[in-house]
């Protein structure tokens, strides 16, 4: 029978280039440098996914943790509430009411800066980072274990959950979700830490089976209200889990066919014992590296290695990544990037670091992925619903705002400022060289010029038609031969910033 | 005639063209709303369709907890299942229905006064699902026992467009959508809306000065923008997902300049509130003062899923909801287009009956819905749903009234549309209209 996850490199020996080494780090990264895409070219297949895969060994020089100063200290922490507890309550109490009003100005203050350095931290690492599919995968369980700022309202918290992801992000998806249930920003943000035995609270009983594990359809309302009952207690003190015994349901509770005096521990258990589960993580890991609608001939057999390998992630994203499905013509150039891929992408093929914080949070608002905020528990639903007209504008806009710094402000009514975006984007992400780029890739005429950003930026074969489109833009007289003027004049250092924002608003720049 | 021109300047020339139909470009085919008789010249300044009768469409995501919303008075039961939440000071009583709104609701109390509020009870579907997504799927499907295809609005755009043609659909702007995601309620299977958050970003931006004229050239040639032959052949790349893209960026090309144009026109004659919510309105108010051909606009309130600490969150949820709606009813009166307008609203399900630990509820399931507007005969329509213990199911409210029913009155009585293909069966219509 014909197996979909047989590897590549058995199934058609010899077959790998440039543009599947290309598709290879877009999926499972976020598209890399050309010198990066050429090594993975370099390789074969079985090298370059197990050096994607296998990171772990990867060298990764460079990226610090982040610094939150005191954590007794709720403005050094970014949150109310006190991480370490405690201090604040006392403080407030002291405080008259304008005093606690002005402390509670500053503290949220403290709060949106510490996470727009959050989300700086985090962006700032998939670019540099030299494990891809490490922070891939943070992103994955992020969209997947969600919990937003805007209910958690500490960004301490935030950052921790997002190390629980990294640690464990090739790591065993049954170990990560009883650490989520633990987790104190997944406790505030499911509202279990308020979940007690005299009236349980279902929030996070709920999700856990409908998004985060099972699915719906593979559990009653009865298994939701008993397995809420066994998470009674389960709660936070700061940054630390606590188990509240006092507030824990002793009684017999009846869940799945099995039935005990059960606590949350036991709780995943069983729900990790249902078939339906492997199935749900082989099916949304299809769904994030693959395809909108999984083919149950692929979520099939994966699912069974996720089984076999009893959750482990690392063999089924080997299996994945290795496939002769992921190389064939139904995956490749189908998937829509997430704005969070579309920017970091943009920023690595580029070489540039972020140096427009604030206009990239503001483009990833518009383009409908804010980090730490998802919409819903939900997470974002990605595939084609990442566009429609809204989000696609501000997707061709992305080289503007990463360019000029200067962003027409979301939200704002219709009465809100005009902006000028017709400055130059001479200063297109500081660092960003293209006569340095022209002359590492050797290239001195204007098709040269396209064909080269089309390989850096496309990785792809660009339609005929379109590339001549492209070069007549360059040379500007219609002849899609003329040579370039080299050294560059300042013109055509502003028309190669200009190209690489025409390229990055088409269509086909859009696809991972 | 020059067969080089962009859909845009059909937008803007309007349809004196028309008799050239070799060249007629894609984008006049596809907007058969626009065009009951393509001869017709006039018909490009009326409204689009059937009717000038405009839907406007408030979603409230997360839960909305029916019970504190529209509170029924003098009822022990909802004392008991509600020690703390049942507590609401100087509720807002309807006549003598026994029900009051929150005191939150004072803007809505107002339309209700003037005879123009629609209060409907008890409303839900058979086997409710707590699932907000799948619940809010169902509602914005109309379609509780298959997968999500298409939305209930999505299926009324295509059902104006019987062409076998899939090229002929009906113009985007025909459903417009106030925020970042399209909901589901507004596709079709066929027809897509358009969306955006704010219309001066609505917008392709050219960065370098002197360039941008050619970048835009460059920008509609390698987009597809243009009406070239190849485009009227709709050619297909051979990469659906790429055929999407370029499909949407046509739609948003097209749209831009009139959207922006409108909005920036009009400056409404009351101030509205400085929400969200309230801005989302005020720019459909725009929309509709500037005479877009628009049938449905779509906004949303978030928010509602109160697990936890419920009252504050809620009571300024019912101020956002009803100032925003007041301030919007008040503003279409002062432009004379109030006749034209309804307003709906709804949320994927009430809360539990009992609250919880917490000082919140849980998901649960009927809950009411208001409609309101000038043609809108107000009063209270049904019962609200027994409170006693043995009339619960599982705890929640049973519903008596299917949303559908109200979907099938917007449909039928008020967009003239046959409602029974569109939501797949005859639902009971309520006495809504004036």
Redesign the interface.
């Known amino acids: 029978m014909d197996n979909p996850l047989q590897p590549i490199w058995e199934s058609d020996p010899g077959r790998w280039d440039f543009s599947m080494a290309a598709h290879l780090l877009r999926r499972a990264g976020f598209g890399g440098a050309l010198g990066e895409t050429e090594a993975a070219a370099g390789m074969g297949p079985e090298k370059a996914v197990n050096q994607l895969v296998r990171f772990g060994n990867v060298p990764n020089p460079g990226l610090e943790p982040l610094v939150f100063g005191d954590l007794t200290n709720p403005i050094d922490q970014g949150g109310a509430g006190g991480a370490r507890g405690g201090g604040r309550g006392g403080l407030l109490r002291g405080m008259s009411a304008e005093e606690r009003k002005g402390f509670q100005q500053i503290e949220q203050a403290a709060q949106r800066a510490k996470l727009e350095e959050l989300k700086l931290w985090w962006l700032d690492r998939m670019v540099r980072t030299t494990r891809p599919l490490e922070e891939k995968m943070t992103l994955f369980w992020h969209g997947l274990f969600v919990s937003s700022a805007a209910t958690v309202k500490n960004t301490y918290l935030l950052y921790q959950q997002n190390e629980l992801f990294r640690k464990n992000a090739a790591g065993n998806y049954k170990q990560l979700a009883l650490e989520v249930s633990k987790n104190p920003a997944m406790l505030i943000y499911l ?1 279990n830490n ?3 035995v ?6 996070y009983a ?1 999700e856990l089976m ?1 998004l985060f594990t099972l699915g ?1 359809g593979n559990y009653t ?1 009865t298994d939701i209200k008993e397995s809420a009952r066994s998470f009674t207690g389960w709660t936070n003190v700061g940054d630390q889990f606590v188990f509240n015994r006092g507030q824990h349901d002793e009684g017999i509770k009846h869940f799945l066919g099995h039935a005990g005096n059960f606590t949350g521990e036991d709780i995943v258990n069983i729900i990790f014992q249902q078939p339906a589960c492997a199935k749900y993580i082989a099916g949304r890991l299809v769904r994030f590296f693959g395809v909108d609608e999984p083919p149950a001939e692929v979520v099939e057999p994966l699912s069974r290695i996720v089984a076999a390998n009893r959750y482990e992630m690392t063999p089924a994203l080997l299996a994945l990544f290795g496939s002769k499905w992921f190389y064939s013509q139904e995956v490749v ?4 990037k997430s704005p969070v891929q579309l920017v970091v992408g943009a920023l690595r093929s580029l070489g540039v670091p972020v140096s427009q914080p604030a206009a990239v949070d503001n483009a990833l ?4 992925q804010e980090l730490f905020n998802a ?4 997470g974002w639903d990605g595939g ?2 990442w ?8 997707r ?2 992305l ?2 705002y990463l ?2 710094g200067k962003l ?12 000028d ?5 001479a200063e297109f992400d500081s660092g960003w060289r293209p006569d340095v780029d022209l002359a590492e890739g050797g290239v001195s005429t204007t098709d040269g010029v396209v064909d080269l950003y089309i390989k850096k930026l496309v990785g792809a074969e660009l ?1 005929a038609r ?1 590339r001549e ?2 070069v ?2 360059m040379n ?1 007289t219609g002849d899609t031969k003329s040579h370039m003027n080299d050294p560059l004049l300042p013109d055509n250092d ?2 190669t ?2 190209l690489v ?2 390229i990055m ?4 720049y ?2 991972a | 005639m020059d067969t080089m021109h962009t859909r845009r300047t059909f937008l803007t020339r309007g349809l004196t063209v028309l008799s050239a139909a070799t060249t007629m470009p894609l984008f006049i085919q596809r907007t058969c709303l626009a065009l009951n008789n393509p001869h017709d010249l006039p018909l490009t300044q009326t409204a689009m369709g059937i009717g000038e009768q405009i839907l406007v469409c408030v979603q409230m ?1 997360g839960g909305n907890d029916g019970l504190s919303t529209v509170i029924p008075l003098d009822n022990d039961d909802y004392h008991r299942a509600r020690p703390t939440l049942g507590a609401i000071p100087n509720p807002l009583a309807l006549d003598k229905s026994g029900v009051a709104l929150h005191p939150g609701l004072a803007g809505l109390k107002e339309i209700y006064d003037g005879g123009h509020l629609a209060v409907i009870q008890g409303v839900g579907y058979p086997n409710p699902n ?5 619940s809010m799927e169902i509602w914005q499907t109309a379609d509780p026992m298959h997968p999500p295809k298409d939305g209930w609005l999505g299926r009324y755009f295509d059902a104006q467009c019987k062409g076998s043609d899939p090229k002929d659909m009906p113009d ?1 702007k025909a459903a417009v ?1 106030i ?4 909901p589901l309620a507004l596709q079709g299977s066929k027809f ?21 004229a ?2 835009r050239n ?2 509609a ?3 597809d923008l243009n009406d070239t032959g190849d485009e009227l052949a709709g050619q297909s ?1 051979g ?4 055929d ?3 499909r ?2 046509l ?2 090309q097209l ?2 300049d009139e959207i922006r144009a409108v ?2 026109k009009y ?1 409404p004659a009351v101030s ?1 509130p400085n929400t ?1 919510f309230g ?1 989302q309105l ?2 459909v108010s ?1 929309m509709i003062a500037g005479g877009l051909k628009t049938r449905v606009y779509y906004v949303s309130l ?1 928010g509602f899923d109160t ?2 600490n419920e009252k504050p969150a809620h009571d300024r949820l019912m101020q956002t909801l009803a100032a925003g709606i007041n301030a919007f009813m008040r503003d279409l009166k002062s432009q004379g287009n109030d006749q034209k307008v309804l307003v709906m609203t709804f949320s994927e399900f009430g809360r539990r009956v ?5 000082k ?1 509820t ?2 649960g399931t009927a809950a009411p819905m208001f409609v309101c507007g000038s043609m809108v005969k107000g009063g209270v329509y049904g019962a609200h749903p027994s409170l006693r213990p043995q009339d619960l199911d ?1 705890g929640d409210l049973k519903f008596h009234t299917d949303f559908r029913s109200v979907y099938a009155t917007l449909l039928g009585d008020w967009m003239k549309a046959d409602s029974a293909p569109i939501l797949g069966g005859n639902f009971r219509t309520l006495p809504l209209l004036a």
């Open positions: 509202n308020d979940n007690r005299q009236h349980p609270n279902e929030n709920r409908e719906i309302e150039q189908r998937q829509i608002k518009l383009m409908g919409p819903t528990v939900k084609r619903a566009i429609n007209t809204s989000t696609l504008f501000a061709y806009n080289p503007a360019g000029t027409p402000t979301a939200g704002k009514g219709a009465q809100g400022a005009s902006m975006m017709r400055t130059s984007y339609d379109k489109e492209l007549i833009f500007g502003r028309r910033r200009s924002h025409l608003a088409m269509a086909e859009q696809l | 995501s707590r699932s907000h997504f799948r985007p959508n925020g970042a995601t399209a897509t809306a358009i969306s955006f958050q704010n219309p001066q970003s609505y917008q392709w931006f050219a960065g370098n000065k002197g360039v941008d050619k970048m460059t920008f040639q390698v987009n790349s990469n659906p997902t790429l999407f893209l370029e949407t960026a739609d948003a749209t831009s909005t920036s400056h509205y969200p801005q005020q720019m725009q978030g697990h936890s009992a609250e919880n630990a917490s919140g849980d998901h599982a």
